[in-house]
Structures are given as structure tokens and as C-alpha cells.
């Protein structure tokens, strides 16, 4: 499309001046690429200096005057989307009603470039919900129809374990293995169908003000077998003030952290639950001692589908934190990740969660939760 405005501005110019002209926009480097069509000999370090200051340059201006070209910024309503570069013919100067056309002529092609790109942004955003919301939908019915299947896999390890005569150890391993293998499979088919849920905002929030020390106290507890043989500090302020939660989705964020932080962290090391009170905020901070995160790919542990490490042996498909991030947001906090280092270096990843704090009422009594559609 780029290449056509530059076709039809050229065919303008060598009509109406008898010149020739070349039409340069920017790359996301905001860097100027000659686009194809154009004739005329471009001097990138003259036509780069307008660009970036948005003035006139070259032939007929008081700015690199020596060059053999007028270049004109193609200035857009947003911004400068690049330079146009005319050759006068016979290298004659340009009259005061020339210099003005061909201005009129360079705020149209500018106005034309910034209308292109911002067409090709909202068909790549539409492309992109489309697919979206395709995958969300064909995640929920594969997730559904195999929760069947798996329930009745867990069923048959359980009977075999009950039904007589009692296994022999050799037997007894197979459907342990094979029991743990569908209750893996199932948890992951449950965060396929939150996913989905949570971000088709079919997920109802539950709120009700409720402190932090008894979600975590909960969450450690329903994590306790992963935990198993590590050193769990809890370093919460006294008084922190109470936070409008849904305590078990926001549990459930708290769940994915600490399984994620044994999963990846070495056995027997410590995670350390922490918090710190702001005027609007309370952050709560998870701590581990494993390798950290990916440098500079911090923000992409979050995104469906990624894991910290691609070729890990760990299961896993890249969800936990994903799901993290969606109830989160939907609470209207923001969730981040870092490596902790102290003199070069790495003490473990850390994640901090931060929920505005609000104002609880001044009688609580029995607070009942009320839903709440969260904002997608």
C-alpha cells in the first residue's frame, strides 16, 4: 500500500513540476526506508536530519543547501511518518506557490501514510481477537470433553486399589503412576477451562473483605504435600488492613506462585512470603531460591503457553501464571516477576502482587460476599 501512495505522489509531481521524487518512511526503529517507485536520488543523511527535526532541508532551504534535493517531513497528524525528496529539473529554484503545493502535496501523502497504518493496526487487532477468542472456545470444549474420560481414569486407580485381592507392589506402582499422571492431566484440562473462562469474562468475582494472613494461611495449607520438606517463611506487618478479595479465586493465585516456586527452586530450599502497606496498596511478595527468571523476559512468564524454562523436564505447560495474571487484574491489581540479585549474583525469583487497598465499611458484621463481573 506504501509502495502506491509513493506511485501516485510521483506521478503528481513529475506531471505537475516536471521533477523527479522519492518517498521515505519510517521502520520501527524510526529509521527511513526508501519506498519503491520513486526517482529521485535520496542523500539518507540529509533526509534523515528533517525527518528527525521535522524541518525542511536541501535544495532552496537554509539547511544543507548544497544538497541536490528539497526534502520535505511528512508530517501527520500524530507524527512525523517520514520525508518526501524532490529533484527540481535542471536544479532551478522553487517559486513561493511551488513551495506551497508541493507542502500541500507532502501533508497529504503524510495524512495518507498515518490513515494506511492505522488500518493495518485495527485489522491485525481484529485478526488477533478473532483468533483469540477461537482459541478460548476451542480450549473449553477439548478441556470438557476430556474431564470425563479422566474422572473415570482416577476411578478405575482408586478401584484397583480397593478391589481384592491387594496388589502386588509391582501393581500397586502402576496404578499409583497412573493415578497421578490423570490427577495431572486434570489440573491441567481445570486451568484450560479457567483460562478460557476468565478471559471470555464468564468468571463472576465474589468479593468480600477478608485478611491477607488467612488467604495465605489457607493457600499454604492447601499446598502443604508440595511443600513438603521446605523451610516456608511468613513475614506479614501487623494491622494490615483488610483487602476486597474473592478468597478463593485469589487463593488460587496464591496456590499457582508456591507450586510454581517448588516446581522450579531446588528441594529442601526456602520460599519466603513477605508484605509492605502503602497508602493505596499492599503488596504481597513471594520469594524463592531458584535460577530466577529469563533476563529481560521477565514480563513473558505471564503470557499463556510460556514457561521460564522451554527445555525443563518440569510439567508443565505455561499456565499457572497466566491464570495468576487474569485474577489479578480482574481484582484490579497488578501481578510482576524479577530475579533477586545481591552482588552479581542470582538469589531466586521473586513475584509481587499489588491490590489497592480501598476502604472496608465501618461495621463489617457478616460481610456477605456479592458478585462482581470483572473488568476484562
Known amino acids: 500500500v506504501d509502495t502506491q501512495v509513493a506511485e501516485i505522489g510521483a506521478r503528481f509531481i513529475t506531471g505537475e513540476f516536471g521533477a523527479r521524487s522519492a518517498l521515505l518512511v519510517a521502520d520501527e526503529h524510526q529509521q527511513l526506508q526508501t519506498i519503491e517507485g520513486g526517482s529521485a536520488p535520496v542523500d539518507m543523511a540529509v533526509a534523515q536530519w528533517a ?13 544543507l543547501p548544497a544538497s541536490t534535493c528539497l526534502v520535505l517531513p511528512l508530517k501527520a497528524p500524530m507524527r512525523v511518518r517520514g520525508v518526501l525528496v524532490i529533484e527540481p529539473p535542471g536544479q532551478r529554484a522553487w517559486g513561493i506557490e511551488q513551495r506551497r503545493l508541493l507542502q500541500t502535496c507532502a501533508s497529504l501523502l ?9 488500518i493495518e493496526v485495527a485489522q491485525s487487532s481484529t485478526v488477533q481477537i478473532e483468533s483469540e477468542r477461537l482459541r478460548n472456545s476451542l480450549l473449553s470444549a477439548i478441556s470438557h470433553d476430556l474431564r470425563t474420560p479422566l474422572a473415570s481414569l482416577v476411578g478405575l486407580a ?8 491387594a496388589l502386588s507392589p509391582a501393581q500397586h ?18 486451568n484450560l477451562l479457567d483460562m478460557a473462562r476468565l478471559q471470555a469474562g464468564a468468571v463472576q468475582l465474589h468479593r468480600a473483605w477478608q485478611p491477607l494472613e488467612e488467604v495465605v494461611g489457607s493457600a499454604l495449607a492447601a499446598c502443604s504435600p508440595v511443600l513438603q520438606g521446605r523451610e516456608i517463611r511468613v513475614s506479614l506487618p501487623d ?18 506462585l508456591l507450586e ?3 516446581k522450579y527452586t531446588p528441594a529442601g530450599s526456602a520460599i519466603h512470603l513477605s508484605a509492605r502497606e502503602r497508602s493505596d496498596a499492599v ?9 530466577g527468571l529469563p533476563k529481560g523476559h521477565e514480563a513473558r512468564v505471564f503470557e499463556k503457553f510460556e514457561r521460564g524454562q522451554r527445555e525443563s523436564a518440569t510439567p508443565g505447560v505455561g499456565l499457572g501464571l497466566a491464570i495468576c495474571r487474569a485474577i489479578v487484574e480482574a481484582h484490579g491489581g497488578t501481578i510482576e516477576g524479577h530475579t533477586r540479585e545481591h552482588g552479581g549474583a542470582v538469589q531466586g525469583a521473586r513475584f509481587v502482587i499489588t491490590l489497592p487497598r480501598g476502604t472496608p465499611p465501618a461495621d463489617l458484621g457478616e460481610p456477605a460476599a456479592s458478585p462482581e463481573t470483572p473488568t476484562p
Do not use: K, W
Not at 110 to 118: G, P, Q
Not at 173 to 189: I, K
Open 51 to 63: 525527518f528527525e527535526r521535522g524541518e525542511e532541508a536541501g535544495h532552496g532551504t537554509h539547511t
Open 260 to 262: 510454581n516456586a517448588a
Open 173 to 190: 506402582d502402576v496404578a499409583l503412576a497412573m493415578r497421578q499422571s490423570a490427577q495431572r492431566m486434570n489440573a491441567l484440562v481445570n
Open 283 to 291: 503488596s504481597l511478595l513471594v520469594d524463592d531460591h531458584g535460577p
Open 110 to 118: 503524510a495524512i495518507s501514510l498515518e490513515r494506511i497504518h492505522y
Open 158 to 165: 482408586d478401584a484397583l486399589e480397593l478391589t481384592p485381592p
Open 239 to 256: 494491622a494490615l488492613p483488610l483487602l476486597h478479595l474473592d478468597t478463593v479465586l485469589f487463593e488460587r493465585v496464591l496456590v499457582n
